[in-house]
Nanobody
């Protein structure tokens, strides 16, 4: 499966953006969806993740309270609401999926660029 992340852009510090992630094809089997980001010169990091049925979302400790992950099961779409954005949030944001709990994340697309100006 190939996932498409969208919704990035240029925003001033303190602003908000909502990212969306959806599969490019109609067939999609997934247990968990994750949002990742990679800033220039840094390793990719997990921002948040969510399972499609039940459970509680996971957030990176440094982002709790500012970012919210949500899902629309009918649309097979996952969102990342990002509030109170900071320049250090600047990165390419990717989404990926785990087919099973023990699977590796897959389905990486091109990502969407988020740039936060100071």
């Amino acid at each position: 499966v190939q996932l498409q992340a969208s919704g990035g852009g240029l925003v001033q510090a303190g602003g908000s953006l909502r990212l969306s992630c959806a599969p490019s094809g109609r067939t999609f089997s997934s247990y968990r969806m994750g949002w990742f980001r990679q800033a220039p010169g840094k390793e990719r990091e997990l921002v948040a993740s969510i399972i499609w049925i039940g459970g509680s979302p996971y957030y990176a400790d440094s982002l709790k309270g500012r970012f919210t992950i949500s899902r629309d099961n009918a649309k097979n779409t996952v969102y990342l609401q990002m509030n109170s954005l900071k320049p250090e949030d600047t990165a390419v944001y990717y989404c990926a999926t785990k087919t099973y709990p023990s699977s590796a994340y897959e389905g990486w697309g091109q990502g969407t660029q988020v740039t936060v100006s100071s």
